[in-house]
Nanobody, 125 residues
Framework: QVQLIESGGGLVQAGGSLRLSCTAASGLSFRLYSWGWLRQAPGKEREFVAGISWGDGGTYYADSVKGRFTISRDNAKNIAYLEMNHLKPEDTAVYYC?????????????????WGRGTQVTVSP
């Protein structure tokens, strides 16, 4: 399993912004995979947040973050990003970067097979 390292989490006030980054270790054909971000809040199940396809770079978002979050990728640098704006206290969670199968989907949690250790995002009221 390729190592994924998430960064960019932290404490922010409601309405603020953060940008998460996910770096994949070398050895992974980054561009062949769809990438996503999942999150898990205390006492809750892990949930899908956003995904970006391996092919045309199409994106898909959970309704709860649509219009506020933007996922992107840099295939040359093996990095995936999640730009988070207008953050709300309910966005507080550990955020995980993930990838799935070669040429796989990107629209739900079940599309992803491997995750990093996560980065904590805390949004204060």
């Amino acid at each position: 399993q390729v190592q994924l390292i998430e960064s960019g989490g932290g404490l922010v006030q409601a309405g603020g912004s953060l940008r998460l980054s996910c770096t994949a270790a070398s050895g992974l054909s980054f561009r062949l995979y769809s990438w996503g971000w999942l999150r898990q809040a205390p006492g809750k199940e892990r949930e899908f947040v956003a995904g970006i396809s391996w092919g045309d770079g199409g994106t898909y978002y959970a309704d709860s973050v649509k219009g506020r979050f933007t996922i992107s990728r840099d295939n040359a640098k093996n990095i995936a990003y999640l730009e988070m704006n207008h953050l709300k206290p309910e966005d507080t969670a550990v955020y995980y970067c993930a990838y799935g199968l070669v040429g796989g989907g990107y629209r739900s949690e079940t599309d992803f097979r491997s995750w990093g250790r996560g980065t904590q995002v805390t949004v204060s009221p």
